[in-house]
Each structure stands twice: as structure tokens, then as C-alpha cells.
């Protein structure tokens, strides 16, 4: 018998530095049996600094500068964290993540870069724009640029980076408003660029000063209020908006984590990245500091460190000897001067050309290309049997057996049709073997909810769901799981009460299979909690596959109300449609981060806040989940009485990316049999745009049918509550089928 290996060791990474996506790459390239890899982050997207001053100039766009860290992390098969660090306790090896339970790891790569150091200058947190951390200075930039372009611009720091930031200002000022800014760039030493040699900085001065910069060297800067900072020697410059790009601190956190920090707070560590008093701790950047052999806080250093670090990590693991890492003294730094040219200075050496500029873009686009133009294998497709299964053509099978990867999360359930054909068998089949006909459940059975009469008033509603790994954040996944099971009971007109889990974990170490529980299962109690329900037991077992439901038992005093088809009954829904092909094409690595995230958001995000403010109306609903948005909405006319749905395509809310996703041709597993369990009476739309009617969603959203005043009534008061909603269409009485309207 096969079997993958027990997960026996747990490498955790802080951070998405330079040094790290190296690190990823690596390990996606060829994976470590029994590794379990994690990695922690605040944005999805890592920007490459080196490409940063040709972004801000207009010459790279955003997504030309960053790495998916969403698709490298899936790649390396390691879980993604998307949350901030609050803490490192290295003598427990354990970190505090920012609304999470704490969580442990074996092995620790750090990679964070450094923060800006607004402490050095009084004011500067409140009143300057610091560059790093680069996410948070690109969000303030594009801010500043989409309100107005300000003609007065201070850029504290005359190192390499503030001048490659003011010369950038300056050309993007000129190229998108029509005039340069004036800029004025303050150094506290008494030259620009004193880290480089002397001719470095003269060429730099005579680039700044063409493009109308005013260089103010031996200027120490020492407070900063709103529109004006103030010299040490008394003189005040007005400004409208400040840059700040000074020497970067060490993050807050590090200071209580255990480690032995160097005397300005960075991690300290020997030639081989391997933290000086935890050597199960490794760090690289500008977080940490080689005691024997430091390095300027600059890019080119973490770039370089990237293949030190996976190679060490490795032999670690391995319980083989790191080795020492000697950076060069001479690194070769080109300084972009946003004219089509730029300044090479390498040791004493420095020159000026447009052919400097040249080979700086091919450096950058190589660097950046080698963790964005990834591609790995394709899935290896199943043996199709053909003597059994016949010569028809991969295109032509619907059936999800025959996809080479199956769609997890709702999309991993049966087709619809399949399904209601395979419950008239069974029933038929238990029937004719003395099963009691009124135990057997109804025809097709179509909706996920049982309704149970009690002996006192008011019925119990009880649903049962399973889901698989779909998001690799198992946090996420544990509350994914519970709002997902939740949402039958909110269908149903019920509240739930009761809730048992089951959960299957694969084969690992009993710590690590441990706190893969614990992350589990504090994502799905937060959720339950959150609905007043509360977790009354559970089973657990192992596979090799990760799988976790609930079984939730709720209460309702009344049913809901069959709608009187003879008003204009409108379909509320309350979450939009995408996360089926967003996460099918993640799967194939071909969704971007930033698409991911948010429909993790609105996975994780449940049904309870609308079924409140709908209660009272006591509507017909369904959760839109696994059969898509037009079979669940033919179910739900059904039960109200009507046959046809009448859906309005620009009405149908869609989550970023879901039709990028769709153009591209990505479809979940379950789709094309969702669409064949549809009756389509029109064809008023292109099958691209109709085609995320068929998308299978895992915990989606509400389908409510209401008067179309009460509808309307209904969204606003959703709305207010930070709940939006749309009406995507209407029953049809007398029809059957589905009705699309352009």
C-alpha cells in the first residue's frame, strides 16, 4: 500500500522578503518528505525594492514588481497565514500571530525587513510618508496621486534610496500632471550618497539638480509638523507632502522574542543566517545583522542571501552542517536617474550611461521573472479506461472522475443530477428491502436542511456539511467550515443551537497533528460562538486528506412563509458569486493573490447578520453553495410554487477576478454538470458572462424570495449593516426554467 509520508517536522517563515521567495522557490522545486511548511504574512503581493523607484517613475506597473506570494506558498505546498506577527517566544518556539492561537514550529526563517525608524524624528509618524514598509507606501502614493500632485515635495534621507525616490517623483510628476514638483531632499551627512564613492555623489547631484531638485546635505532634520519640518540648525521648509526614507528599525516584536539582537535590535546571526542563540532560528534581510561580517540594510544583500538560506535550511533539516556565507564587499548597485539613463557604481568606480539603465531593467525583469513565470508539472491525468469508459475525447467528458484535479471546498460534492438519481435508486432499492417508506427522504432530495417536529412548539432544523482543504490557512478553514454548515440552518428560517464536528487529519507527529487541530477547530468555535451555538462533541480520524464538517442543530419557532405568486416576488442575494473558479484556478496557480484573499474573506464571512434582518419577514430561502446560483435558484422556486427564475445578469454580484478567472477558461469541477441540471429558456447572454451561474460556491451566500418592496426595504436595511446585497431576479410563475436578461 502507498502512502504519503507522516508530516514530522514544522518549518514556519516570517515574512515574504527577497530572501524568502527564494527560500519557497526552492522548496516547491523540490520538496522535503515529512516537511510541513508554513508561511506567515501582512500583504499577499511582495514588492521587489529594486524595481520600486521604476514603478513610482511609470516604468514598471504594480503587478511588474511584485511576487504572488499566494501562488509561490501553494506551489511549495506550504499553508499561507495572511495576518501580523504580535511575538516570537524562541525558548517555547512559538509565535503570537495577531488573532490567532499561538502557533509552534521545529525550524524559524525570518524575513521581514526592517521598519522606517519615525522615531528618530519627532513628528514623523504622524506627518511623513515612510517608503518602507513598501505595501503600505505605495497604498499612501497612490493616495496622494489620485487626489492631487502636490507641488511642494521634502524626501528626508540622502542615501542612495531618497534619491532614486526624488528623481522618480519628479519624472512621474512631469509625465502624469504636466510639471515637475519642486523637491526639495534633506541628508544629515555632507554629501548624498556617502556609502558610495565621491564621483557617485557628484553625479547623482548634477542628475537631481537638472530635474529641479534642491539638495539641502548636512541638514539634520528634527521635527516634523503638519506642512513644515524644522533643521537642527533652526532654519523650516514648508512642505505639502513628506517623504521619509531613513535608516530602518527593527521590528517592535523583536525586542521580548528571546533572540540575541544586535545593539541597534536586529536579530543577530552568524555567517550562516543562524540566529547566535537559537540555531533552530535563521534570519536574512535587513531584520538581521552577521556579527562577523555586517552589510548595509540593502536589497542586494537579502537577494543574495536567498540561496544561503534554502541551502542551510535544508541541511538543518537534515542534521548535516550549515554552511558560512561571506557577502562580497564590492556589490555591483545601479541607481536609476529617471531619464532613460543610470549611475553603475561598484567599489570606487562610477559612471553614468543609458546602457546602465538597460542592464538594470534586464536584472530586474530576470530577478522577477524567476519566482512570477513559475510553472509547475500539470496534474497527471487518470487512466481513462477506454475499453471500459470508450474512445470519447477529454473534452467531451462531463464527468468530474475524469478531471485531472477535483475542485475542493462545496465543489467536491455530487452533481445535482447524479445526485437525484442516485437518492430515487436508494430509495427505491431500501424500500423494496423493508425499509419503512416514511422514514426515506424526499424525492430528489435537492436541499441540504431536515425539519424535525418536537413536542413542544417550534421545529428543530438540523444539516450536516463536509468540506475539504480548499484554503491552506487552517484557522480559516476551521471557520470556513462552520459558517459553511451554518448556512442551512439560516435558510431554513432557524437560528443554530448545537454543533458537532468531524474532522479528518492527515498522519503527523502528535504535536504537529495537535496544533493543526487546534488551529481547526479555534476557526470553526470563533464562528459558532459568534452565532450563539455552541460545540456539544465531535469526532476526529485520519486519511490522507484533510476534511472537516459540522453537524448543526437549529431551532425556528415558525416555518417560513410560502410567498403569494401573485405579487412580484424578487431573489435577494446576499454574497457575491466567484469563489469556485477563483480557487479552481488557484489550483492551477493561475489566480492572483489579491483575488484569493478576498474570497477567502467572503468564504469566511457568515450568513447570520442577513437571516437576522430577514427573519421577520419569514422568507423562502436557500443557501447558494455547491449546484451554483441558477440550480439553487430553481430549487427555491420550486418550493415556493413556481417553476421559473428570472435572473438579471448585471444584477449578479461578482467577487475581483471571477471573470478573469472565467475568460481565462477555468472552470470548477462540478460546472459543467451544474449547467446540464439547468433549463435554460434564453440565450440573451455570452456563455462567458452566463457561465458563473453555474459556479459551485463554498459557503455562499443567501437566496431569499420577497415581495419586491420588501426586497427593497431589505437591502437597505443590509446595507446599513455593512451587509450588501442585490436583487439578481424574480420568480416566474407558469414557466420552467431559467431566464437570463442581458
Same mark, same amino acid.
Given at each position: 500500500?502507498?502512502?504519503?509520508?507522516?508530516?514530522?517536522?514544522?518549518?514556519?517563515?516570517?515574512?515574504?522578503?527577497?530572501?524568502?521567495?527564494?527560500?519557497?522557490?526552492?522548496?516547491?522545486?523540490?520538496?522535503?518528505?515529512?516537511?510541513?511548511?508554513?508561511?506567515?504574512?501582512?500583504?499577499?503581493?511582495?514588492?521587489?525594492?529594486?524595481?520600486?523607484?521604476?514603478?513610482?517613475?511609470?516604468?514598471?506597473?504594480?503587478?511588474?514588481?511584485?511576487?504572488?506570494?499566494?501562488?509561490?506558498?501553494?506551489?511549495?505546498?506550504?499553508?499561507?497565514?495572511?495576518?501580523?506577527?504580535?511575538?516570537?517566544?524562541?525558548?517555547?518556539?512559538?509565535?503570537?500571530?495577531?488573532?490567532?492561537?499561538?502557533?509552534?514550529?521545529?525550524?524559524?526563517?525570518?524575513?521581514?525587513?526592517?521598519?522606517?525608524?519615525?522615531?528618530?524624528?519627532?513628528?514623523?509618524?504622524?506627518?511623513?510618508?515612510?517608503?518602507?514598509?513598501?505595501?503600505?507606501?505605495?497604498?499612501?502614493?497612490?493616495?496622494?496621486?489620485?487626489?492631487?500632485?502636490?507641488?511642494?515635495?521634502?524626501?528626508?534621507?540622502?542615501?542612495?534610496?531618497?534619491?532614486?525616490?526624488?528623481?522618480?517623483?519628479?519624472?512621474?510628476?512631469?509625465?502624469?500632471?504636466?510639471?515637475?514638483?519642486?523637491?526639495?531632499?534633506?541628508?544629515?551627512?555632507?554629501?548624498?550618497?556617502?556609502?558610495?564613492?565621491?564621483?557617485?555623489?557628484?553625479?547623482?547631484?548634477?542628475?537631481?539638480?537638472?530635474?529641479?531638485?534642491?539638495?539641502?546635505?548636512?541638514?539634520?532634520?528634527?521635527?516634523?509638523?503638519?506642512?513644515?519640518?524644522?533643521?537642527?540648525?533652526?532654519?523650516?521648509?514648508?512642505?505639502?507632502?513628506?517623504?521619509?526614507?531613513?535608516?530602518?528599525?527593527?521590528? +517592535?516584536?523583536?525586542?521580548?522574542?528571546?533572540?540575541?539582537?544586535?545593539?541597534?535590535?536586529?536579530?543577530?546571526?552568524?555567517?550562516?543566517?543562524?540566529?547566535? +542563540?537559537?540555531?533552530?532560528?535563521?534570519?536574512?534581510?535587513?531584520?538581521?545583522?552577521?556579527?562577523?561580517?555586517?552589510?548595509?540594510?540593502?536589497?542586494?544583500?537579502?537577494?543574495?542571501?536567498?540561496?544561503?538560506?534554502?541551502? &542551510?535550511?535544508?541541511?538543518?533539516?537534515?542534521?548535516?552542517?550549515?554552511?558560512?556565507?561571506?557577502?562580497?564587499?564590492?556589490?555591483?548597485?545601479?541607481?536609476?536617474?529617471?531619464?532613460?539613463?543610470?549611475?553603475?557604481?561598484?567599489?570606487?568606480?562610477?559612471?553614468?550611461?543609458?546602457?546602465?539603465?538597460?542592464?538594470?531593467?534586464?536584472?530586474?525583469?530576470?530577478?522577477?521573472?524567476?519566482?512570477?513565470?513559475?510553472?509547475?508539472?500539470?496534474?497527471?491525468?487518470?487512466?481513462?479506461?477506454?475499453?471500459?469508459?470508450?474512445?470519447?475525447?477529454?473534452?467531451?467528458?462531463?464527468?468530474?472522475?475524469?478531471?485531472?484535479?477535483?475542485?475542493?471546498?462545496?465543489?467536491?460534492?455530487?452533481?445535482?443530477?447524479?445526485?437525484?438519481?442516485?437518492?430515487?435508486?436508494?430509495?427505491?432499492?431500501?424500500?423494496?428491502?423493508?425499509?419503512?417508506?416514511?422514514?426515506?427522504?424526499?424525492?430528489?432530495?435537492?436541499?441540504?436542511?431536515?425539519?424535525?417536529?418536537?413536542?413542544?412548539?417550534?421545529?428543530?432544523?438540523?444539516?450536516?456539511?463536509?468540506?475539504?482543504?480548499?484554503?491552506?490557512?487552517?484557522?480559516?478553514?476551521?471557520?470556513?467550515?462552520?459558517?459553511?454548515?451554518?448556512?442551512?440552518?439560516?435558510?431554513?428560517?432557524?437560528?443554530?443551537?448545537?454543533?458537532?464536528?468531524?474532522?479528518?487529519?492527515?498522519?503527523?507527529?502528535?504535536?504537529?497533528?495537535?496544533?493543526?487541530?487546534?488551529?481547526?477547530?479555534?476557526?470553526?468555535?470563533?464562528?459558532?460562538?459568534?452565532?450563539?451555538?455552541?460545540?456539544?462533541?465531535?469526532?476526529?480520524?485520519?486519511?490522507?486528506?484533510?476534511?472537516?464538517?459540522?453537524?448543526?442543530?437549529?431551532?425556528?419557532?415558525?416555518?417560513?412563509?410560502?410567498?403569494?405568486?401573485?405579487?412580484?416576488?424578487?431573489?435577494?442575494?446576499?454574497?457575491?458569486?466567484?469563489?469556485?473558479?477563483?480557487?479552481?484556478?488557484?489550483?492551477?496557480?493561475?489566480?492572483?493573490?489579491?483575488?484569493?484573499?478576498?474570497?477567502?474573506?467572503?468564504?469566511?464571512?457568515?450568513?447570520?447578520?442577513?437571516?437576522?434582518?430577514?427573519?421577520?419577514?419569514?422568507?423562502?430561502?436557500?443557501?447558494?453553495?455547491?449546484?451554483?446560483?441558477?440550480?439553487?435558484?430553481? &430549487?427555491?422556486?420550486?418550493?415556493?410554487?413556481?417553476?421559473?427564475?428570472?435572473?438579471?445578469?448585471?444584477?449578479?454580484?461578482?467577487?475581483?477576478?471571477?471573470?478573469?478567472?472565467?475568460?481565462?477558461?477555468?472552470?470548477?469541477?462540478?460546472?459543467?454538470?451544474?449547467?446540464?441540471?439547468?433549463?435554460?429558456?434564453?440565450?440573451?447572454?455570452?456563455?462567458?458572462?452566463?457561465?458563473?451561474?453555474?459556479?459551485?460556491?463554498?459557503?455562499?451566500?443567501?437566496?431569499?424570495?420577497?415581495?419586491?418592496?420588501?426586497?427593497?426595504?431589505?437591502?437597505?436595511?443590509?446595507?446599513?449593516?455593512?451587509?450588501?446585497?442585490?436583487?439578481?431576479?424574480?420568480?416566474?410563475?407558469?414557466?420552467?426554467?431559467?431566464?437570463?436578461?442581458?
Amino acid at each position: 500500500m502507498q502512502s504519503d509520508p507522516p508530516i514530522v517536522g514544522d518549518l514556519v517563515l516570517i515574512g515574504g522578503g527577497h530572501a524568502q521567495v527564494a527560500l519557497l522557490k526552492s522548496l516547491a522545486m523540490k520538496p522535503v518528505p515529512g516537511l510541513r511548511t508554513t508561511l506567515i504574512c501582512r500583504e499577499i503581493d511582495t514588492p521587489y525594492s529594486g524595481m520600486l523607484p521604476g514603478f513610482v517613475e511609470g516604468v514598471w506597473s504594480a503587478q511588474d514588481i511584485h511576487v504572488d506570494l499566494s501562488r509561490l506558498a501553494s506551489m511549495a505546498g506550504a499553508r499561507l497565514i495572511n495576518a501580523p506577527v504580535a511575538a516570537i517566544h524562541a525558548d517555547d518556539k512559538r509565535i503570537e500571530i495577531t488573532g490567532r492561537p499561538c502557533l509552534p514550529y521545529d525550524v524559524l526563517t525570518v524575513n521581514t525587513g526592517g521598519e522606517p525608524n519615525l522615531a528618530a524624528i519627532a513628528g514623523a509618524a504622524s506627518h511623513c510618508i515612510p517608503v518602507k514598509p513598501i505595501g503600505l507606501f505605495l497604498r499612501k502614493l497612490a493616495m496622494l496621486t489620485e487626489a492631487s500632485f502636490p507641488k511642494r515635495l521634502a524626501i528626508i534621507g540622502g542615501g542612495a534610496a531618497g534619491c532614486e525616490l526624488a528623481l522618480a517623483l519628479s519624472a512621474r510628476w512631469q509625465r502624469d500632471a504636466g510639471r515637475r514638483p519642486e523637491i526639495r531632499v534633506f541628508g544629515r551627512a555632507a554629501r548624498l550618497v556617502p556609502e558610495h564613492p565621491q564621483r557617485a555623489a557628484r553625479l547623482l547631484h548634477q542628475a537631481m539638480t537638472k530635474a529641479g531638485c534642491s539638495i539641502h546635505c548636512a541638514a539634520d532634520v528634527t521635527r516634523v509638523d503638519d506642512g513644515r519640518l524644522f533643521l537642527e540648525n533652526g532654519d523650516s521648509y514648508e512642505f505639502d507632502a513628506c517623504f521619509l526614507v531613513n535608516s530602518v528599525a527593527p521590528p +517592535s516584536w523583536l525586542s521580548s522574542s528571546g533572540l540575541t539582537l544586535d545593539e541597534a535590535g536586529f536579530i543577530a546571526v552568524t555567517a550562516s543566517l543562524q540566529s547566535v +542563540s537559537h540555531p533552530e532560528v535563521f534570519a536574512a534581510g535587513d531584520v538581521a545583522t552577521i556579527t562577523t561580517d555586517p552589510r548595509p540594510k540593502a536589497g542586494v544583500y537579502a537577494v543574495r542571501a536567498g540561496p544561503v538560506l534554502a541551502q &542551510n535550511i535544508r541541511r538543518f533539516i537534515a542534521g548535516q552542517r550549515t554552511r558560512s556565507w561571506r557577502p562580497q564587499t564590492r556589490a555591483l548597485a545601479i541607481l536609476g536617474t529617471a531619464d532613460g539613463g543610470a549611475i553603475a557604481i561598484r567599489g570606487s568606480h562610477a559612471s553614468r550611461s543609458r546602457l546602465w539603465w538597460w542592464l538594470k531593467k534586464r536584472i530586474d525583469r530576470r530577478w522577477i521573472a524567476k519566482y512570477t513565470e513559475l510553472s509547475m508539472p500539470p496534474p497527471t491525468t487518470a487512466n481513462r479506461l477506454t475499453g471500459i469508459n470508450g474512445r470519447t475525447k477529454p473534452a467531451e467528458l462531463k464527468d468530474p472522475a475524469f478531471e485531472p484535479m477535483r475542485c475542493l471546498g462545496c465543489g467536491a460534492k455530487t452533481g445535482h443530477e447524479t445526485l437525484v438519481a442516485a437518492m430515487r435508486e436508494a430509495t427505491a432499492a431500501a424500500i423494496a428491502l423493508g425499509a419503512n417508506a416514511a422514514l426515506m427522504p424526499p424525492d430528489g432530495l435537492t436541499e441540504d436542511s431536515a425539519v424535525l417536529a418536537t413536542p413542544q412548539s417550534g421545529e428543530m432544523v438540523q444539516s450536516i456539511d463536509v468540506i475539504s482543504e480548499l484554503v491552506s490557512d487552517p484557522f480559516i478553514l476551521g471557520r470556513i467550515a462552520a459558517v459553511h454548515a451554518m448556512s442551512d440552518i439560516y435558510a431554513a428560517g432557524a437560528v443554530p443551537v448545537w454543533a458537532m464536528a468531524s474532522v479528518t487529519l492527515a498522519a503527523a507527529r502528535a504535536d504537529l497533528q495537535q496544533s493543526q487541530l487546534t488551529q481547526l477547530m479555534t476557526g470553526g468555535l470563533m464562528a459558532l460562538s459568534e452565532a450563539g451555538a455552541r460545540l456539544i462533541g465531535g469526532h476526529t480520524g485520519e486519511s490522507q486528506a484533510l476534511n472537516i464538517g459540522y453537524a448543526v442543530t437549529g431551532w425556528r419557532e415558525v416555518p417560513p412563509e410560502l410567498p403569494n405568486l401573485q405579487d412580484d416576488i424578487r431573489l435577494i442575494l446576499t454574497k457575491p458569486l466567484g469563489s469556485g473558479v477563483i480557487m479552481a484556478a488557484h489550483m492551477q496557480l493561475a489566480a492572483r493573490g489579491e483575488w484569493v484573499a478576498g474570497a477567502t474573506r467572503y468564504m469566511a464571512e457568515g450568513n447570520g447578520r442577513a437571516a437576522k434582518i430577514m427573519a421577520p419577514y419569514r422568507p423562502m430561502m436557500t443557501d447558494v453553495t455547491g449546484f451554483g446560483l441558477a440550480r439553487h435558484a430553481l &430549487n427555491l422556486a420550486e418550493r415556493c410554487g413556481a417553476g421559473g427564475v428570472e435572473i438579471s445578469m448585471p444584477a449578479v454580484p461578482l467577487m475581483a477576478g471571477a471573470q478573469s478567472c472565467l475568460q481565462d477558461g477555468h472552470r470548477s469541477s462540478l460546472h459543467e454538470m451544474n449547467q446540464a441540471s439547468v433549463r435554460m429558456i434564453n440565450e440573451a447572454t455570452s456563455p462567458t458572462q452566463a457561465a458563473i451561474l453555474f459556479d459551485p460556491q463554498t459557503s455562499g451566500g443567501l437566496l431569499a424570495a420577497l415581495p419586491a418592496g420588501v426586497a427593497e426595504k431589505v437591502c437597505a436595511a443590509l446595507a446599513d449593516q455593512g451587509t450588501p446585497a442585490n436583487i439578481v431576479g424574480r420568480l416566474q410563475p407558469g414557466q420552467s426554467g431559467l431566464t437570463l436578461l442581458a
